[in-house]
C-alpha cells in the first residue's frame, strides 16, 4: 500500500515536472490592461523585449483595455495556468478595485498568483500650459473661481482617479473626472487643451513635460525627482497629508505550476538587474523593485488595505 500511494504521488508530480522542464515551447503572451503609450505598456515593452531573450521564446505584449484595468485583469485570471498568459498588474485592478467596485469578476490574490514587483514610480500633476496657472496654489484658487474643474484620468477606480479624488478631498475642491481607456488618450486630450489638467505616471508623463507639452505643477511622491528637481511634492505645494505610488508588477493565473512562477521571477529578477533597464527605469522616473513571489504578495495585501482604507475615509466613489 505504502509503495502503491509513493508510485501515485510520482505520477502526480511527473507532469509538472516535465512543464517545468519544457516551459516555454511557445510564445508567452504577456497581457497589458490598458491602451498602448501608458507607464503600464511602456514598461511591459520594455521587459518584455529581455524576458523572451532569456525564456527564448517571443514574449508577445497585448493590450486588453477597460473598466480601469478590471478587463485584462479577468482575461488573465480565466485564462489556462500554463505560464503561457501573464498579466502586467498595477495598483488599479489588483489593489484599489477589490473595494472600489463591489462586484468584481475577479479577486486578485484567489484567482491570481504574484510572481514579483518591478517598479514603483510617483504621478505627477500635470496642465495644460495654456492654463493660466503655474502652482498647485494657483490651480486651487483657479479651480473654486470655476465652481468645478475638470481632469483627466486613464479609467475610474485608477490610482490616477484617486489621485485626483484625493487632491480634491485635500484641497476641498469640486473636480470632475473625465475618464479614458488609458493614459496616453487622457494625455492628448490634455495637451490639446480638451481637459486642462491630469495626474499621470512619470513615465508616460515625464517626456510630454521636458518636451514643454504639458506643465508639471507637482509630484505626488514624499521627495522631489532628480528628473524634476525644480516640481515641488504636492506636500510642498501646500495639500496635507498627500503622497501617493504607483506601482508594477507581474502575475499568473492562480494554478500556475510553482516551477514555472520560479522561473518567471528568477529571469524577471535578472532583467531587473541590467544596467539599460535599470537606467531606462530611472529615466521614467521610477525605481526598481525587486521581490520574489510571497514579498509581493505581502505587498499587495497591504496596499489593499491602505487603499480601502483611503477610498473609506475620502468617501471616494465611482459616480462622478
Request: charged content about 15%.
Amino acid at each position: 500500500m505504502r509503495l502503491a500511494a509513493m508510485l501515485l504521488a510520482l505520477a502526480a508530480l511527473a507532469p509538472l515536472a516535465t512543464h517545468a522542464e519544457t516551459w516555454p515551447a511557445r510564445p508567452v503572451r504577456w497581457v497589458v490592461p490598458y491602451p498602448p503609450g501608458g507607464s503600464t505598456d511602456i514598461l511591459a515593452r520594455l521587459v518584455g523585449q529581455k524576458l523572451g531573450e532569456r525564456l527564448g521564446q517571443p514574449v508577445v505584449v497585448e493590450n486588453k483595455p477597460g473598466a480601469g484595468g478590471n478587463i485584462g485583469t479577468e482575461y488573465v485570471a480565466k485564462q489556462p495556468a500554463d505560464g503561457y498568459t501573464i498579466l502586467m498588474g498595477n495598483i488599479g485592478p489588483i489593489s484599489i478595485n477589490p473595494t472600489l467596485y463591489g462586484n468584481l469578476p475577479y479577486q486578485p490574490l484567489r484567482d491570481l498568483a504574484p510572481v514579483t514587483l518591478l517598479m514603483e514610480v510617483p504621478n505627477l500633476l500635470v496642465a495644460n500650459p495654456a492654463l493660466p496657472v503655474r502652482t498647485v496654489g494657483e490651480l486651487t484658487a483657479y479651480a473654486k473661481a470655476k465652481s468645478t474643474l475638470s481632469y483627466a484620468t486613464p479609467g475610474a477606480g485608477t490610482s490616477l482617479h484617486l489621485a485626483g479624488e484625493l487632491f480634491a478631498h485635500r484641497a476641498q475642491l469640486t473636480l470632475t473626472q473625465v475618464a479614458y481607456k488609458g493614459s496616453a488618450p487622457g494625455l492628448n486630450d490634455t495637451m490639446a487643451g480638451h481637459v486642462p489638467i491630469m495626474f499621470d505616471n512619470m513615465p508616460s508623463a515625464l517626456p510630454l513635460v521636458k518636451a514643454g507639452k504639458l506643465r508639471a505643477l507637482a509630484i505626488t511622491s514624499a521627495q522631489r525627482s532628480a528628473e524634476l528637481p525644480d516640481v515641488p511634492t504636492m506636500q510642498e505645494a501646500g495639500v496635507p497629508d498627500y503622497q501617493i505610488a504607483g506601482w508594477f508588477g507581474v502575475l499568473v493565473p492562480a494554478a500556475t505550476p510553482a516551477p514555472v512562477v520560479e522561473r518567471l521571477n528568477r529571469e524577471l529578477q535578472q532583467i531587473l538587474r541590467e544596467p539599460h533597464v535599470k537606467q531606462r527605469i530611472a529615466e521614467m522616473g521610477g525605481m526598481v523593485s525587486e521581490s520574489g513571489p510571497q514579498a509581493f504578495k505581502a505587498f499587495i495585501q497591504s496596499e489593499t488595505l491602505k487603499w480601502s482604507a483611503l477610498i473609506q475615509s475620502a468617501h471616494i466613489t465611482l459616480q462622478q
